[in-house]
């Protein structure tokens, strides 16, 4: 069974940094696309950053652009999201998620495995 396992979360200030962490298989580290979505309270569960297997492919959120950087780590079987400049939209629950493909549209039905997610506060 695929497993996704997120670590990080937690409560940052408005202006602040936070990195999230994801422990993923090799296999789909390596032939799959990977990344990160998120949900805050009433809103719509949204693709924040995903990053291809192969080519360096990235995507993101256009409202976290430049401020999220997402990387992966074969050796260590890890994916990652920095987060800086942290505004208060990007409180939510995060997870980690792998698609079917290698270069996948920011909806859910591209994507096959979902961690059980980390919370994100931001609050002064």
């Known amino acids: 069974q695929v497993q996704l396992v997120e670590s990080g979360g937690g409560l940052v200030q408005p202006g602040g940094s936070l990195r999230l962490s994801c422990s993923a298989s090799a296999f789909m580290l390596t032939y799959h696309a990977m990344g990160w979505w998120r949900q805050a309270p009433g809103k719509k569960r949204e693709g924040v950053a995903l990053m291809s297997a192969s080519d360096g492919w990235t995507y993101y959120l256009p409202s976290v652009k430049g401020r999220f950087t997402i990387s992966k780590n074969r050796n260590k079987q890890m994916v990652h999201s920095q987060m800086d400049s942290v505004e208060s939209d990007d409180a939510g629950v995060y997870y980690c998620?792998?698609?079917?493909?290698?270069?996948?549209?920011?909806?859910?039905?591209?994507?096959?495995?979902w961690g059980p997610g980390t919370q994100v506060t931001v609050s002064s």
């Open positions: 998620v792998s698609a079917f493909s290698d270069h996948p549209h920011p909806v859910k039905s591209d994507f096959h495995s």
